[in-house]
């Protein structure tokens, strides 16, 4: 049901190791603007200086949004779409953030504590949850029904007497540092320089721990110490998380993935992960035919984009998914079609049942699911070819490079140059931040009218 990947495809002159993860693909860079956190510090435009959207963090949830903003120099996370199960973190209630007039001037940033000097490295997404890492911790806020905030217990995150600073940095082990955390739709992972850990739901096998437990954080003595590496015999360049999945690509380019049958790409009709001898070094990697980039994990599908440029998708095919019109494909191997996407990908998203690819000139092409005008292309009809952005998009009339691409349940929003997040598809809950309830992208003429997402006062 969903999948967020961010995707940095502009090179930066300082940055950290390219880390991508699961229901998000992200990148460590070193030119946030960062400082002190706290999100008590935000109550509207009356109490505090405006906010402004930062660079390179950028996540779609199920329906809500995450993004990194700042304020007088401090870093936040900022959330909008639904509020259902507290995953904004604002601990304001349920009601929805981003589909009324003023709202989003009036944003309120996640309230996850004063952290003293720790700078806010990302913010991330699940289906309902939400994760902010910083280069001192993790914290999670939003639903907990299977210990996917790592706290050892069921309970949800949203109420005020539970966030701010009573928002406790999650246990992931001593010395872990995380350098990005990828969350599923019911499970997270951290990821650090030497290892992978995750936890929350693995009903599937998608905590890849060789253990048949239902969850993992759910219950006290579980985390820190008692947290099992998440691995498949060597070194994770990259990890991304989808509904029941979780894929592990190497720094020598070989890939596996723990989870739902249909999705690991095995052929086989059991799950993988929740034995010792399917996991670490026995970890079965897929043949694609060429060294992997990265992966993307949605809700019943998987797509890898390759060192040379082409991307091949495996799992469900119910809308198109896989980028060609036919059958559900189950194992993944170098005889699958590769997506007809006339030029190489610079890095690709998946979310829900679509996927959408940056590629080599700055287009952004989707396919797929398009039930909501997700694809930007004025309907509502899926395809199965990868299918360009309507050219009228803001964006691409003023040849603004893509920077950062990320996938929701049914909605799609790209982070561009001059630090401006353009939103498109499902917009019932305000996840497109555009201060109304209307979807975009569905009809004619919509894309080339299309609004950012903006914090400040007009």
Known sequence: MFCAILLLVRPLATSLPFIATGALLVCACADFRTGPLDGALSDGPDSAPPLKLN???????????????SRSGITLPCCWG???KGQLGTGLGKNSVGDEAGEMRNLKPASVGSLGSAKVLGVAVGGVHACAWTDSGVRCWGYNQY??????????RSEPAQLGSALQTVDIGTGFLASAVVLGYDHTCAVSAASVRCWGSNEKGELGIGSSVAAIGDASGEMGKDLVDTSIGGTAATVSTGKNVTCIVTNDGKVACYGAASLVGLGGAADVGRNVSQ?????????????????????????ALLEDGNVKCWGENSSGELGYEGPA???????????????????????GSTTCAIVDGGLVKCWGDNRYGQLGI????PQSAATAVAQRAPFLVREQRTVELSVGGGHVCAYVEGDVIYCWGRNDKGQLGIDNANDIGDEASEMAALVSVNLLDK
């Open 55 to 69: 660079a390179y963090r950028l996540s779609a949830g199920e329906a809500f949004t995450c993004a990194l903003c």
């Open 82 to 84: 639904s509020n259902e």
């Open 147 to 156: 210990g996917q905030l790592g706290y050892g217990d069921t309970t949800s």
């Open 279 to 303: 996991v670490g070094a026995l970890a079965v990697t897929l043949d694609l035919g060429g060294k992997v980039k990265s992966v993307a994990a949605g809700e019943a599908h998987v797509c």
């Open 329 to 351: 494909v189950l194992s993944a191997n170098a005889t699958i079609a590769s997506v007809s996407l006339g030029s190489k990908a610079l890095a690709i998203a998946t979310g």
């Open 378 to 381: 004025g309907t509502k009809t």
